[in-house]
């Protein structure tokens, strides 16, 4: 059974940093693509930044230049480096991965990030 854990969220005042991590478990398949995705109160899940097997990284233009994604292949673990938080980017974030033979996705269960003004 294929299981997401992820870790990291918390409360930053703006400006501040976070690290989220997110862990699969259960996986006996090639991943192809590692991503987060947010979704604020009120509003629908968003896409955030995505990361390719082969390292190749795209990001929301509302979080470029502030988050890095990265990845660990070895341990199936996918990372969000969360820099210049702003109270916009309140949200609970999730983490995605996509199976490589006919791109199923998976979800972990978020974690919440809560930025202050």
């Known amino acids: 059974q294929v299981q997401l854990v992820e870790s990291g969220g918390g409360l930053v005042q703006a400006g501040g940093s976070l690290r989220l991590s997110c862990a699969a478990s259960?996986?006996?398949?090639?991943?192809?693509?590692m991503g987060w995705y947010r979704q604020a109160p009120g509003k629908q899940r968003e896409w955030a930044a995505t990361?390719?097997?082969?390292?190749?990284?795209n990001y929301a233009d509302s979080v470029k230049g502030r988050f890095t994604i990265s990845r660990d292949n070895a341990k199936n673990t996918v990372f969000l480096q969360m820099n210049s938080l702003k109270p916009e980017d309140t949200a609970v974030y999730y983490c995605?991965?996509?199976?490589?033979?006919?791109?199923?996705?998976?979800w972990g269960q978020g974690t919440q990030v809560t930025v202050s003004s």
């Open positions: 995605n991965i996509q199976r490589s033979l006919d791109r199923t996705n998976y």
């Open positions: 259960g996986i006996s398949f090639s991943i192809n693509a």
């Open positions: 990361i390719t097997r082969s390292g190749n990284t």
